[in-house]
């Protein structure tokens, strides 16, 4: 299972993002999809989930800001940042979680995800 994350890069603040995800080696329409964030010094956070576009959690901090989208037939997930704040500084990482049940739960712990990709730098400048 290979998940690979690209689209960071210094922003200025105000600026937009949008960060992508192409995974393979894995059933994607039977994960849930996760972007979370790192800044140094400090734990991995979640920033959104999604299982369907009806079916979406965001962080308080992304709310409003975010938008995380994917993509079944390319087995791809995106997240749209926008109005980018130099708080939003961090490593984002995108992961998949297996869906265990026939209840939708949105998972929000890094240790419910299954797989991580490498991780793409944001970086916002002031």
């Known amino acids: 299972v290979q998940l690979q994350a690209s689209g960071g890069g210094l922003v200025q603040a105000g600026d937009s993002l949008r960060l992508s995800c192409v995974t393979s080696?894995?059933?994607?329409?039977?994960?849930?999809m996760g972007w979370f964030r790192q800044a140094p010094g400090l734990e991995r956070e979640l920033v959104a989930t999604?299982?369907?576009?009806?079916?979406?959690r965001y962080s308080d901090s992304a709310q409003g800001r975010f938008g995380i989208s994917r993509d079944n037939a390319k087995n791809a997930v995106y997240l749209e940042m926008n109005n980018l704040k130099p708080e939003d500084t961090a490593v984002y990482y995108c992961?998949?979680?297996?869906?265990?049940?026939?209840?939708?739960?949105?998972?929000?712990?890094?240790?419910?995800?299954?797989?991580w990709g490498q991780g793409t730098l944001v970086t916002v400048s002031s």
């Open positions: 992961a998949a979680a297996p869906r265990r049940s026939v209840v939708i739960v949105l998972p929000a712990r890094p240790s419910d995800f299954n797989y």
């Open positions: 080696g894995l059933i994607f329409g039977s994960y849930y």
């Open positions: 999604i299982w369907k576009a009806d079916r979406i």
